[in-house]
């Protein structure tokens, strides 16, 4: 039960990202969970529908006939590419393009959950009793629902994928009452300061909002880079980012007039994947880097907080 209840999850986000990519061509949410893009578009896209449908069909009703043969056959397809994904990622790990924390990729385990939906497909297991498929139901659900952004922080969120680029954008935090940056942000500044006496780019774009006490996150930001070496010419302060999407869509007409294109964003792992997709909806694919985080109470409650903060942004870049 719990594999069919996982199989119609799958599925559901399936069909729903192929719907979405069919109203926004340049955005494909499908690369979360399974990347496709080494295929023609159309024809990864009708793949992925396959998918989707059967693996909701699947959830809803054991497959069986004529369904059971095309569910084994589309569930199989899915999980090779889940591990040439896999195999893709170790191969760019070997030439240094990335510095990733997993030893083990996210694909990896896609393709694993995806070999026991199969294995549930060729041995279905007894129905359980109701209030079991309940708890089953509920259970799985909750697992996929809080698993998913869970495992793009810890995953894609730890992962560095620093490069020349034409700018690194920098997200603002908090200030603290006596106008000093707090560890979080000081950490933020850091990374993007040695990213730029590394000379991987010459313009550090910040982004930051007013703090309750009247205090400019970003120029607190540029104040503690120029400290750290960075020319107070090489950046560009937005002082309107009040939230991520506020960033992003100021940072974006930001990129457009100073002809900005390949861009790196800072934050830490738990803010990455969010702000990775607001930039990919927007039609920008940026690069990723973490800076470093300090693991006390306060960050799991962050992490707690990023779960239903990354459903939204993802409702939002799906629907919108």
């Not at 793949?47 to 004529?66: D, I, K, Y």
């Not at 569910?71 to 199989?76: G, K, T």
């Not at 809080?146 to 997200?171: E, H, I, K």
């Amino acid at each position: 039960m719990c594999a069919r209840v996982l199989a119609f999850c799958f599925g559901s986000l399936s069909l729903v990202n192929v719907l979405a990519g069919l109203r926004h061509p340049a955005f494909d949410p499908n690369i979360w969970w399974i990347d496709l893009r080494f295929v023609p578009n159309l024809a990864g896209r009708l793949l992925l529908f396959a998918v989707g449908g059967l693996l909701v069909w699947h959830g809803l009703r054991p497959a069986l006939g004529w369904r059971r043969t095309a569910s084994l056959v589309a569930v199989a397809v899915a999980a090779i590419v889940a591990s040439m994904n896999a195999i893709e990622y170790y191969r760019i790990w070997d030439t240094g393009t990335i510095a990733p924390r997993s030893p083990v990729p996210l694909s990896l385990l896609i393709a694993i959950l995806l070999g026991l939906i199969w294995v549930s497909i060729i041995r279905p297991a007894p129905s359980p009793s109701r209030r079991a498929s309940s708890a089953a139901i509920a259970a799985v659900s909750l697992a996929f629902v809080s698993g998913l952004p869970l495992l793009q922080m810890a995953f894609f969120g730890t992962t560095d994928y620093r490069r020349p680029a034409d700018a690194v954008v920098v997200f603002g935090a908090r200030v603290r009452s006596d106008g000093a940056a707090s560890l979080t942000l000081a950490n933020r500044v850091r990374t993007a300061s040695e990213l730029y006496r590394e000379g991987l780019t010459d313009t550090i774009v910040m982004t930051g909002g007013i703090e309750p006490t009247g205090i400019d996150e970003t120029i607190v930001m540029r104040d503690l880079a120029v400290q750290l070496g960075v020319p107070s010419d090489a950046i560009i302060l937005d002082a309107e980012g009040d939230n991520t999407n506020a960033s992003v869509s100021n940072t974006l007409r930001i990129f457009h007039e100073h002809g900005l294109h390949r861009i790196l964003a800072v934050s830490q792992f738990y803010h990455l994947p969010r702000i990775k997709l607001a930039y990919a909806r927007a039609g920008l694919d940026v690069w990723t880097v973490p800076a470093r985080t300090s693991l006390v109470p306060r960050t799991w409650a962050i992490v707690a907080r990023e779960i239903p903060a990354f459903w939204l942004y993802y409702l939002r870049a799906v629907v919108a």
